[in-house]
């Protein structure tokens, strides 16, 4: 299973036009004089099957490297297959790449065809007939295919913004409802800035931080705001928070906001927290009380009661933290790091 490289991809054109010009001006440029032979008849054909090679080749070429050069999605780590099936959609996505393939081959068999007509020919307008065949059965080819290469176009622009994850090393995921300072805590412990609002659904995407601790790398991951439902009632902004707990999660550091200034209250909170919790049972977890800064010490314990009357078996810490303040944030990274290295959960 591969990782996502997009390094070599070649974008689809923005319209068909763009290669269809630059392939006729190619054949525009050879001249008769390149070809020599006494019979001017056979001079002419060699003439328009050179300039007919030269737009064939040119265009084959073009369409080629965009679908060898473009992921095969199958082939990738589930993880990107999953994030990847709720960003685009994959079956326009692999029409579009098949019919690129397909004109490929019609555009070879025309130029064959037109070729065949031209040496059968008997005069010069027959020539220069079976020429004009050729470029306006070319161009019809791919103006039908327009409309597949704005489509991958589309898509390939949306898979090179998909975050440049690695889900064979470690990872800890960042997790919660939606406000409670996930990103805050992202940008305090990494060098990712992912956007930090006073309102809930900031973070729609994925976002990827790196944390070095000696030689080792571990990444982190800000995910969007979890709200309380079944993963089955999941929106696919929160599904790619779903896959990165499920795919890449080593451990989890769950937020819970018990100044409610998020503007959800604690039960609703704890609602999301069992839920996840119960969905990755062997992922261990550290829950994270934030914004201690504002939040009332009743609140405070409360939250802390109720989280002991539950015993969720993977919540190995519960931290109070504000990461306004600074307060206890390091300490909470590092307990996290702490846990990948004694690797309590189950291998996967
Ligand atoms: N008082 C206080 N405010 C905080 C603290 N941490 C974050 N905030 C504020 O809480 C709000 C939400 O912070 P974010 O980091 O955007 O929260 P989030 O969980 O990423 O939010 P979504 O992406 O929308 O799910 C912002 O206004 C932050 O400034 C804290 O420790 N104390
Ligand atoms: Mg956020």
Redesign the pocket.
Known sequence: MKKLDLSGMVLAPEAYTEILKAAINRGRRVSFKSVKNRDMLFRYKLVAKKRIDTVTSYITRRLKRIYITTPFINDLHPFYKELIKVTICLDEFKISLALIKRSVEIILKISEEQKNKINKAQSVEEIRRYEKQFIARTSSVLKKLDKYLKSLRKYQIALSKLPDIDPYIDTIVVA?P????????IRYVSRAK??????????KNLVLGHIEKGDKKIQII?T??LLDRPISKRNRIELRAIFALKYLARVIVF?LDP?E??GYPITYQINVLKEISASFKEVPMIVVL?????ADEEKISYVKNLLEKLRLGNVIEVNE?????GINVHETLEKAIRMIGARLMLTR
Not at 178 to 185: A, H, L, R, W, Y
Not at 321 to 325: F, R, Y
């Open positions: 919660g939606p406000n409670v300072g996930k990103s805050s805590f992912p956007e930090v609002r006073e309102y809930p659904f900031t973070t800000d969007p705001g937020i100044s200034t998020c934030n914004k201690i800064d504002v933290i504000s990461v306004k303040e």
